[in-house]
């Protein structure tokens, strides 16, 4: 079974630009959390998304959005890039949420530096 | 809010020593909580959670709702031990979004 996966692996992008980060979840997963890994930071969780819809989003600006597709892959955008928003984009999956006792599948990530 | 604490960012041990990695969590309701680990070069994933009261790898952790504290502990450290470890927690009653403290970096020495 495949796992999470990321594309791109990298990206390097110049500031005031815009990146594009996708994700694939598990089949059968609906659920996608996106995280930002900057360094000495943890994870610092972005957005959920869950059957197509924005369920939450964490404390990042508005500039930071995604969606959610019918077949559950996700996009991430950021827009206007700064420098700051170098770091690894961490993509997560889990199955529907019963009980909340469910564990996140993690994809390799991907790693945006900004110039 | 949720919220996790990690208090070491790095914890060196040599082989064969105690290891004690210690996480405290802030929440009202019935928290889920984990350890996720990540060693060199791979990916993110899960080592165990509180639920399930397993072993693995050696590691145990117990949720201590009075200190409100989720420590992951094993009695004698190996050197593929090492690498960085996450605590989490996932709310109960609508609020699923697994909180990640800021890791602790565990290494062994020979």
């Known amino acids: 079974e495949a796992g999470v996966t990321q594309s791109p692996t990298h990206l390097i992008k110049t500031r005031g630009q815009q990146a594009t980060l996708r994700c694939s979840p598990i089949?059968?997963?609906?659920?996608v959390y996106w995280y930002q890994q900057a360094l000495g930071l943890g994870l610092q969780f972005l957005l959920w998304?869950?059957?197509?819809?924005?369920?939450n989003r964490g404390n990042f600006p508005p500039r930071f959005s995604g969606r959610q597709f019918p077949n559950y892959s996700s996009e991430l955008n950021v827009n206007a890039l700064e420098l700051e928003d170098s770091a690894l984009y961490l993509c997560?999956?889990?199955?529907?949420?019963?009980?909340?006792?469910?564990?996140?599948?993690f994809g390799q990530g991907t790693r945006l530096t900004v110039v | 809010a949720q919220r996790v604490t990690q208090p070491e960012k790095l914890l060196s041990v040599f082989k064969g020593a105690p290891v004690e990695l210690k996480c405290n969590y802030s929440?009202?309701?019935?928290?889920?909580l984990f350890w996720y680990v990540q060693y060199s070069r791979q990916r993110l994933q899960l080592l165990l959670r509180h639920i399930s009261r397993e072993s693995i790898k050696g590691f145990t952790a117990d949720l201590n709702k009075g200190e409100t504290s989720f420590h992951l502990k094993k009695p004698f450290a190996q050197e593929e031990d090492s690498a960085m470890y996450y605590c989490?927690?996932?709310?109960?009653?609508?609020?699923?979004?697994?909180?990640f403290g800021r890791g602790t970096s565990l290494i062994v020495h020979p």
């Open positions: 089949s059968g997963h609906t659920s």
């Open positions: 929440y009202s309701g019935s928290p889920e």
């Open positions: 989490a927690l996932s709310g109960s009653g609508g609020s699923y979004i697994p909180t």
């Open positions: 997560a999956s889990s199955q529907d949420i019963p009980m909340g006792n469910t564990e996140a599948f």
């Open positions: 998304y869950d059957e197509g819809e924005e369920r």
